[in-house]
């Protein structure tokens, strides 16, 4: 049984470029957990990239290998995802502090790929030793690794299901071990929705999921965005064209219509380095090229 832990002397060479280390130790504090010490690689395949993996090591996490490492490196020369990446996971830390801070205690994470490197449980414990959570993905090789890294982990799940289906997630028996739909949810969408078509209504898709949650929930998102962005997202449509996963990049106004009507918590959407930066944060340099927007809502 092989023993993975973070490293910070494991990242890559370029992993620093265009970021700053202050965010990256702000990530680093929420990333030590017992939870997430061990992982049986000899049952998982570790020849072919997962998407799950890939964006663990751009977050400078160490559930990967060299095979997505290797796709990594080339998404990174055709557009700065480890900097997105990263931008994403610095807005799940603000938005899942925000939502305990306000009384959400429980949260349904929805393509969850694997939760490392600044999760959403080790975020909301920090605060909430009590809070609860289930990681949603319909990658096969994402859930049994998730599984393996929070096996014996008490209120948390994480359930194999396609987000395209509402009744999936929202019926199955683990999320309702541990959700109690009769309280608030915090609701994460994040980096998912972009891989979405206009054919599959993605607004009333997770409107589905918001008719099921109670008054006082929340939903965080994160969109890709062409906006001052133009360049690099054309770059990376392209790239993905040809995968099994093609992505659809969406405007301000269209991501904002992702919320239908829920109460947007300030700033509203906004460019995910502009949504309550800190100084020295991540995409602090160039706020307005962030490459997505993110935003919360809130159901009254």
């Known amino acids: ?8 002397r494991r990242r890559s060479p370029d992993f620093f470029s265009d970021i700053h280390d202050r965010a990256f130790l702000i990530l680093l504090e929420t990333m030590q957990s017992p939870l997430l010490t061990e992982v049986r690689v000899s049952s998982i395949d570790t020849t072919r990239p997962t998407s799950a993996r890939i964006y663990d090591y751009m977050l400078g996490g160490t559930q990967n290998f060299e095979a997505d490492r290797a796709v990594a490196d080339r998404l990174n020369s055709v557009a700065p995802f480890r900097r997105m990446a990263l931008l994403n996971r610095e807005f799940l830390v603000k938005a899942v502090r925000v939502m305990v801070q306000s009384g959400v205690t429980q949260f349904l994470d929805i393509g969850s790929g694997i939760p490392t490197a600044g999760s959403v449980h080790e975020t909301a414990r920090a605060l909430d030793p009590a809070a609860r959570v289930v990681y949603v993905d319909n990658d096969p090789t994402a859930v049994e690794h998730s599984r393996q890294l929070l096996a014996g982990a008490d209120g948390i799940a994480v359930v194999e299901a396609d987000l395209t289906t509402p009744a999936s997630v929202l019926d199955h028996p683990e999320t309702n071990a541990v959700i109690d739909f009769d309280q608030p949810v915090g609701l994460l969408f994040l980096g998912v929705v972009q891989y979405l078509p206009e054919s599959l209504e993605p607004a ?29 997202m054309a770059a990376a449509v392209e790239f993905f064209a040809s995968t099994a996963a093609p992505m659809f990049p969406r405007d301000r106004a269209a991501v904002t219509a992702l919320f239908g009507d829920l109460e947007l918590v300030d700033p509203g959407v906004v460019f995910t380095a502009r949504w309550r930066p800190e100084p020295d944060g991540v995409g602090a340099d160039d706020p307005d090229r962030s490459g997505h927007y993110a935003g919360i809502g809130r159901k009254v």
Request: proline share 3%.
């Open 1 to 8: 049984m092989a023993a993975w832990r973070f490293d910070a």
């Open 204 to 232: 009333t898709l997770i409107n589905r999921y918001l008719t099921a949650l109670a008054p006082g929930s929340q939903l965080a998102l994160t969109h890709f965005t062409a906006d001052n962005f133009e360049t690099e």
